[in-house]
């Protein structure tokens, strides 16, 4: 089973940029979660999609970040324009169902896109 | 507002050494804590416990849940240089559907 694919895996912008980060979760996962985990912290939620609706993204600065699951499979989340406290791992993760349904609570991680703001 | 601590934020061992590592929640209606396993790539699961009490294992691994005292522990028995990772602790609460993680506690074991 193919697992949650990201990209880029790194990216360095300059403040003010912008960057877009990709996800492709695993197959028929229904949710799809955005973490932003800084250096020496834990992951910390983004915004959270079930199928191509949105779920909670109340921790997402949307003066600056977007998010969006067209067709309910793959998303990308958006920063624009970038601060210097934007460098961090940002975590894809999916899981077939919501994790009030799923036994295990399992989320299935994507190995990260570094970004580096400068 | 709900939260997850996890102690000690770093650990450095011999092979061969017993590790315990600890987190403590604060969650309105909690559900289940997870562990789980980050090296240099994708955090990846390793138990999720929901009753208190009753200890889930897995080889040299072990963790244990008490709700009473609201923390839990991550035990690793004869650790090896494999081991060396990052460990985050993350609840759930019923109705919120999200995983708080805490900080993490990352174990270096040395040969």
Redesign the interface.
Known sequence: EA??AQSPRYKIIEKRQSVAFWCNPISGHATL?W?QQIL??????LI?FQNNGV??DSQLPKDRFSAERLKGVDSTLKIQPAKLEDSAVY?CASSPV???GKV????F????SRLTVL | EDKVVQSPLSLVVHEGDTVTLNCSYEVTNFRSLLWYKQEKKAPTFLFMLTSSGIEKKSGRLSSILDKKELFSILNITATQTGDSAVYLCAVEAYNTDKLIFGTGTRLQVFP
Do not use: M, N, R
């Not at chain 1, 020496?40 to 939620?45: E, F, I, R, S, Y």
């Open positions: 697992g949650v979660y973490y020496g912290q834990g992951p910390k939620l959270q779920v909670d975590l919501s994790l009030a295990t609570g399992e989320l991680f994507g190995e990260g």
